[in-house]
């Protein structure tokens, strides 16, 4: 039994990743929400039940209906409290819904962005027609229509303009600890950029301010925060990520020392050779020519 769950996971990846799009129905408090690559791609999931959801530094306890917005760059978890689920979930890739040229940055979505409102309180009207346009892309998923993934965008930007006729639920809770949560958010999203799979996807956050902005936050707020609960600078911290990463590429990639330097964020190689050496007290080349 436990073999063929870890085949449809494997199987439900390799068919989002191909195609950059997946809807499917949520019932009885399925896990099959939480079986993707956040880091890839953003969702959209219309439920009726009873949860709590933590997304960034806020915390939301809904019940009833909700329509939720989930950017894989804003790292957030979701507590299922009622003991029955229902819905439905797509999960789309930006690419595929960028294909449409007239198609904006998902980021300066007001469901999407940092510091927007991801919840909306949906009543059973609204329900019922957005449950039709979650059925119509799952049926449409499986069509062999030529133009199926236009007519899913269509889908996807229908229920995102039902969405902005909304008001966005307010009905949110401080977290009990702002500073380890602000601390946790931080380490998530650092986490999130890694690993690093092709020289020409460089590092996109490589400083303090950087992930302070992706927080909408100060960043002297972020800096305390993670000093106070990890012992350690924000700086310190994206360091020692980066040089992990570093480690990694140089022994178990082709990849030469401009194209590693080039996939770390790094203007020129002369920079990534000097943070290198002074984390380690060697340089790129000798630590790869060691593992030969």
């Not at 690559?37 to 209906?65: P, V």
């Not at 329900?127 to 449409?140: A, D, G, S």
């Not at 996807?156 to 303009?161: F, R």
């Not at 990520?241 to 990694?248: D, F, N, V």
Request: net charge neutral; charged share 25%.
């Amino acid at each position: 039994m436990e073999t063929k769950i870890v085949r449809s996971v494997s199987e439900f990846n390799s068919e989002l990743r191909l195609q950059g799009f997946k809807a499917f129905q949520i019932e009885d408090d399925s896990n099959a929400t939480r079986v993707y690559s956040r880091k890839d791609f953003f969702k959209i999931c219309l439920t009726t039940g009873k949860s709590k959801i933590h997304y960034a530094d806020k915390s939301f306890e809904q019940e009833g209906t909700i329509l939720f917005f989930g950017n894989p760059h804003i790292p957030y978890s979701w507590e299922t409290i009622s003991t029955t689920y229902a819905g439905y979930t797509c999960l789309f890739s930006e690419d595929f819904l960028k294909q449409a040229d007239r198609a904006e940055s998902l980021q300066q979505s007001p469901f999407f962005k940092i510091g927007g409102t991801p919840v909306l309180k949906i009543t059973e009207d609204q329900r019922l027609f957005l449950n039709t346009l979650f059925e119509k892309m799952i049926e449409e998923q499986k069509s062999d229509y030529t133009f199926k993934d236009e007519l899913i965008r269509n889908y996807i930007n229908l229920i995102i303009h039902e969405a902005l006729k909304l008001q966005p639920s307010e009905v949110y809770t401080p977290t009990k600890n702002g500073t380890a949560r602000i601390a946790s958010v931080f380490l998530e999203l650092l986490e999130r950029q890694f690993p690093i799979e092709t020289p020409t996807s460089p590092l996109k956050m490589r400083t303090a301010q950087d992930y302070a902005q992706n927080l909408n936050i100060h960043v002297n707020y972020l800096n305390r925060a993670v000093k106070e609960i990890t012992g350690k600078s924000t700086t310190t911290l994206i360091s020692e990520r980066i040089l992990t990463e570093a480690k990694a590429l140089l022994q178990h990639t082709d990849w030469n020392i401009s194209e590693v330097a080039s996939a770390l964020g790094f203007e020129y190689p002369t920079y990534f050779n000097n943070f290198f050496k002074k984390l380690t007290g060697t340089n790129p080349k000798s630590l790869r020519e060691s593992e030969i």
